[in-house]
Protein backbone atom coordinates (compact mmCIF):
# COMPACT_ATOMS: atom_id res chain seq x y z
CA UNK A 1 0.00 0.00 0.00
CA UNK A 2 1.27 3.56 -0.87
CA UNK A 3 0.92 6.87 1.13
CA UNK A 4 -0.15 9.84 -0.24
CA UNK A 5 0.80 13.37 1.40
CA UNK A 6 -1.54 15.91 0.49
CA UNK A 7 -0.88 19.28 2.09
CA UNK A 8 -3.10 21.30 3.85
CA UNK A 9 -3.28 23.82 1.09
CA UNK A 10 -4.18 21.08 -1.04
CA UNK A 11 -7.14 19.89 1.22
CA UNK A 12 -8.89 23.78 1.68
CA UNK A 13 -8.53 23.98 -2.50
CA UNK A 14 -10.36 20.52 -2.86
CA UNK A 15 -12.84 22.25 -0.02
CA UNK A 16 -13.61 24.98 -1.80
CA UNK A 17 -14.19 23.53 -5.55
CA UNK A 18 -16.52 20.60 -3.48
CA UNK A 19 -18.65 24.06 -2.50
CA UNK A 20 -18.55 25.67 -5.65
CA UNK A 21 -19.85 22.88 -7.37
CA UNK A 22 -23.03 21.92 -4.49
CA UNK A 23 -23.51 25.84 -5.25
CA UNK A 24 -23.67 25.35 -9.23
CA UNK A 25 -25.48 22.06 -9.24
CA UNK A 26 -28.23 23.83 -6.29
CA UNK A 27 -28.69 26.97 -8.85
CA UNK A 28 -29.14 24.72 -11.50
CA UNK A 29 -31.99 22.50 -9.42
CA UNK A 30 -33.16 25.77 -9.09
CA UNK A 31 -33.14 26.95 -12.55
CA UNK A 32 -35.50 24.10 -13.73
CA UNK A 33 -38.16 24.60 -11.39
CA UNK A 34 -40.92 23.62 -13.34
CA UNK A 35 -43.86 21.96 -12.13
CA UNK A 36 -46.92 19.75 -13.56
CA UNK A 37 -49.62 22.44 -14.10
CA UNK A 38 -47.34 25.68 -14.91
CA UNK A 39 -48.05 28.18 -18.19
CA UNK A 40 -44.59 28.61 -19.48
CA UNK A 41 -42.88 30.59 -22.71
CA UNK A 42 -41.70 28.26 -25.12
CA UNK A 43 -40.87 28.53 -29.03
CA UNK A 44 -43.75 27.16 -30.03
CA UNK A 45 -46.38 28.96 -27.68
CA UNK A 46 -46.85 32.18 -24.76
CA UNK A 47 -48.98 29.89 -22.84
CA UNK A 48 -47.27 25.96 -22.71
CA UNK A 49 -49.15 24.49 -20.60
CA UNK A 50 -47.14 21.58 -18.69
CA UNK A 51 -48.73 18.28 -18.09
CA UNK A 52 -45.77 15.73 -16.11
CA UNK A 53 -42.10 16.35 -15.67
CA UNK A 54 -39.41 13.54 -15.51
CA UNK A 55 -36.37 14.73 -13.75
CA UNK A 56 -35.19 16.07 -17.06
CA UNK A 57 -38.14 15.99 -19.66
CA UNK A 58 -41.03 17.14 -19.90
CA UNK A 59 -44.42 16.73 -21.69
CA UNK A 60 -46.21 19.90 -22.87
CA UNK A 61 -49.00 20.93 -24.45
CA UNK A 62 -48.98 24.10 -26.88
CA UNK A 63 -52.96 24.57 -27.05
CA UNK A 64 -52.41 23.01 -31.15
CA UNK A 65 -49.90 20.13 -29.88
CA UNK A 66 -47.96 17.25 -27.13
CA UNK A 67 -44.29 17.97 -27.04
CA UNK A 68 -41.96 15.72 -25.14
CA UNK A 69 -39.34 17.80 -24.69
CA UNK A 70 -35.78 16.04 -23.71
CA UNK A 71 -32.99 17.86 -21.38
CA UNK A 72 -35.16 20.87 -20.74
CA UNK A 73 -33.68 23.64 -19.23
CA UNK A 74 -35.73 27.55 -18.27
CA UNK A 75 -33.72 30.39 -20.42
CA UNK A 76 -34.25 32.83 -17.65
CA UNK A 77 -32.37 35.92 -19.56
CA UNK A 78 -35.31 34.80 -22.72
CA UNK A 79 -37.82 33.83 -19.73
CA UNK A 80 -38.68 30.53 -21.96
CA UNK A 81 -38.73 26.77 -21.46
CA UNK A 82 -35.83 25.38 -24.05
CA UNK A 83 -34.72 21.90 -24.90
CA UNK A 84 -32.37 19.72 -26.64
CA UNK A 85 -34.79 18.18 -28.56
CA UNK A 86 -38.11 16.66 -28.95
CA UNK A 87 -41.08 14.83 -30.17
CA UNK A 88 -44.49 16.25 -31.36
CA UNK A 89 -47.62 15.00 -31.77
CA UNK A 90 -51.21 16.01 -32.30
CA UNK A 91 -52.38 13.11 -29.73
CA UNK A 92 -51.19 12.85 -25.87
CA UNK A 93 -51.28 9.26 -26.50
CA UNK A 94 -48.32 9.23 -28.80
CA UNK A 95 -45.93 11.19 -26.89
CA UNK A 96 -46.65 9.60 -23.60
CA UNK A 97 -45.65 6.59 -25.97
CA UNK A 98 -42.49 7.67 -27.02
CA UNK A 99 -41.76 8.87 -23.54
CA UNK A 100 -41.96 5.38 -22.26
CA UNK A 101 -39.95 4.10 -25.53
CA UNK A 102 -37.09 6.49 -24.68
CA UNK A 103 -36.58 5.55 -20.80
CA UNK A 104 -36.70 2.11 -21.81
CA UNK A 105 -34.69 2.30 -24.63
CA UNK A 106 -32.48 4.47 -21.70
CA UNK A 107 -32.23 1.76 -19.15
CA UNK A 108 -30.78 -0.55 -21.70
CA UNK A 109 -27.61 1.44 -22.03
Known sequence: MHEILI???????VQKIMALMENERRLAEEETEIKK????????????IVLEVYETDVILFTGT????AINFNMNK?????????????EF?????????EYYVEA???
Open 7 to 13: KSDDIRT
Open 37 to 48: GDVVKTSLSNNT
Open 77 to 89: EKNKLEWRCAYYS
Open 65 to 68: QYVY
Open 107 to 109: RRK
Open 92 to 100: LDEVVGLKD
